[in-house]
């Protein structure tokens, strides 16, 4: 009875944690680049209770007899599929068709002067949420104030708009052209850069929309022309839209209900164990 009880409390534990995980997919319903997350879980050790025998003899042989000890995490998954496109007229905002990350820097750059020079380790968060702005220097960058990484002339740069540019486009190939303050032909403030990894379902989740790269993912690949969308399998940009979050509500209240369903079993073994002890404690009588 004990033993069932334990078990039990066990199941309650990881169903409240996919609960947890089920919720936090529900609240980030709406949340620009978000992944969903799945739970799996697998059982724990089994007590031996009658051993397997070969057959011989007079006899068949016989197989084990085991008596599980409860259930732990399997696994918490990250559902990397793309998410839906919505259409927002910003020019900053930007997509990616296909595969690949937005390489982000979350730390401060040097400067010479007033130009921003990026760390030449490269990135140290990606994301998939394009939602970028301008900061008061004129460099793209995201929502929390983290530089994106580009390049220009085949060097690591960041993305800068010359104050009192105009018309500024991101074409499919990454490129941010604008018109000058001064007018004239359109000028090239350099490309976004794109990143993939051998397992991207291993990233670290970070805040603010960022992942990191883990012993998991593996390090970010760039390819041949060192990120530049389009190219070695990476996916293309497109302006004027975001992706918006993979969540699958339909899926997500269904992981729900069986949460609940399943901490209500465990909570019913666990009463059902209390009263079969009582059972027994009452037998002094």
Same mark, same amino acid.
């Given at each position: ?6 078990? &039990? ?32 879980? =697998? ?68 400067? $010479? ?6 760390? @030449? ?19 793209? #960058? ?17 993305? +800068?708009? @010359? $104050? ?6 991101? =074409? *499919? ?7 000058? %303050? &001064?007018?004239?032909?359109? $000028?090239? &403030? ?6 993939? /990894? %051998? ?5 670290? +989740? %970070? ?12 390090? $970010? ?10 190219? =070695? ?9 975001? *992706? ?16 609940? +369903?399943? /901490?209500?079993?465990?909570? +019913? #073994? ?8 009582? *059972? ?6």
């Amino acid at each position: 009875m004990l033993r069932g009880m334990y078990s &039990a409390i066990s199941g309650l534990k990881m169903h409240q944690a996919m609960l947890d995980v089920t919720a936090n997919d529900i609240a980030n319903v709406n949340t620009i680049g978000y992944k969903a997350s799945r739970t799996t879980f =697998s059982d724990q050790l089994a007590q031996l209770q009658q051993a397997a025998t070969a057959p011989g003899g007079a006899s068949g042989g016989r197989n084990p007899g085991q008596i599980g000890l409860g259930v732990q995490f399997g696994s918490i998954d990250n559902i990397m599929g793309g998410g839906a496109l919505q259409a927002t007229g910003n020019v900053f905002d930007v997509a990616i068709q296909g595969e690949g990350w937005f390489r982000i820097k979350t730390t401060g750059p040097a400067t $010479e002067g007033e130009i921003a020079v990026p760390d @030449p380790a490269g990135a140290d968060a990606f994301t998939r949420a394009g939602n970028f702005t301008i900061n008061s220097q004129g460099y793209l #960058v995201t929502q929390s104030g983290h530089y994106v990484l580009g390049q220009k002339d085949g060097a690591p740069a960041y993305i +800068r708009i @010359p $104050e009192g540019a105009s018309n500024v486009t991101i =074409s *499919e190939t990454g490129e941010v052209t604008y018109v000058p %303050a &001064a007018g004239g032909a359109r $000028e090239s &403030a350099g490309f976004l850069t794109l990143a993939k /990894f %051998a397992n991207e379902a291993g990233l670290e +989740r %970070a805040s603010t929309n960022l992942w990191k790269v883990s012993a998991a993912s593996g390090e $970010e690949i760039l390819g041949d022309q060192n990120g530049l969308p389009g190219t =070695s399998g990476l996916g293309s940009t497109i302006s004027g839209v975001i *992706e918006m979050s993979n969540v699958d509500l339909a899926t997500e209240f269904t992981e729900l209900i069986s949460a609940q +369903r399943g /901490f209500q079993a465990n909570s +019913r #073994v666990i009463s059902t164990s209390d009263e079969m002890l009582q *059972e027994l404690v009452n037998l002094k009588r």
